[in-house]
T-cell receptor
Framework: AQTVTQSQPEMSVQEAETVTLSCTYD???????LFWYKQPPSRQMILVIR??????QNATENRFSVNFQKAAKSFSLKISDSQLGDTAMYFC??????????FGPGTRLSVLP | DTGVSQNPRHKITKRGQNVTFRCDPI?????LYWYRQTLGQGPEFLTY????????KSRLLSDRFSAERPKGSFSTLEIQRTEQGDSAMYLC????????????FGQGTRLTVV
């Protein structure tokens, strides 16, 4: 069974600064995928970044990057040069091969002008 | 293809009534998921399909909830004898079994039971 934990219910960051959101997960599988999803207020969930567990290299997507520590089962998201449009709920999720996505409780990020 | 589509967007119903929601996934996706989300919480898994087969159903899902995916295309989620605790956002997502495993979400159906 999978569990995903996000220990920061809320965070704030000044515009143009960098912020890191934490996520830990638990799985007994060797083949799995990790995701960060963003859910802006009253809008649908969209993918921010994904990481395959078999890849050692950390994924990056423009201003978004992850720090994937497989042994520690840690998967943090770093947002550089934060923008007002980054204000949203951020959910960490784990997908074990052939099963369903398990989401963490989320971190509410506010980017302050 | 315009993405995952859910209807209706909003539903208000009286306690004890039955409701049905529809999800149209991205056409080439063979996996379809239903989640429930309450305010300020993460999506909670309900059930998922691979093609027309329902492969997993959450133990949290009572027998008042049923989902179908006839012909492996659109899916419906029915809640019978609704209770106030059923009030939530119901999210549908789809993904491809092969290649990119990302799940694409619809905009959700917000259910309010009064």
């Amino acid at each position: 069974a999978q569990t995903v934990t996000q220990s920061q219910p809320e965070m704030s960051v000044q515009e143009a600064e960098t912020v890191t959101l934490s996520c830990t997960y638990d799985t007994s599988e060797s083949n799995y995928y990790l995701f960060w999803y963003k859910q802006p207020p009253s809008r649908q969930m969209i993918l921010v970044i994904r990481q395959e567990a078999y890849k050692q290299q950390n994924a990056t997507e423009n201003r978004f990057s992850v720090n994937f520590q497989k042994a520690a089962k840690s998967f943090s998201l770093k947002i550089s040069d934060s923008q007002l449009g980054d204000t949203a709920m951020y959910f960490c999720a784990c997908l074990e091969g052939g099963q369903n996505f398990v989401f963490g409780p989320g971190t509410r990020l506010s980017v302050l002008p | 293809d315009t993405g995952v589509s859910q209807n209706p967007r909003h539903k208000i119903t009286k306690r004890g009534q039955n409701v049905t929601f529809r999800c149209d996934p991205i056409s080439e996706h063979n996996r379809l998921y239903w989640y429930r989300q309450t305010l300020g919480q993460g999506p909670e898994f309900l059930t998922y399909f691979q093609n027309e087969a329902q492969l997993e159903k959450s133990r949290l899902l009572s027998d008042r909830f049923s989902a179908e995916r006839p012909k492996g295309s659109f899916s419906t989620l029915e809640i019978q004898r609704t209770e106030q605790g059923d009030s939530a956002m119901y999210l549908c997502a789809s993904s491809s079994q092969t290649g990119n495993t990302e799940a694409f979400f619809g905009q959700g159906t917000r259910l309010t039971v009064v």
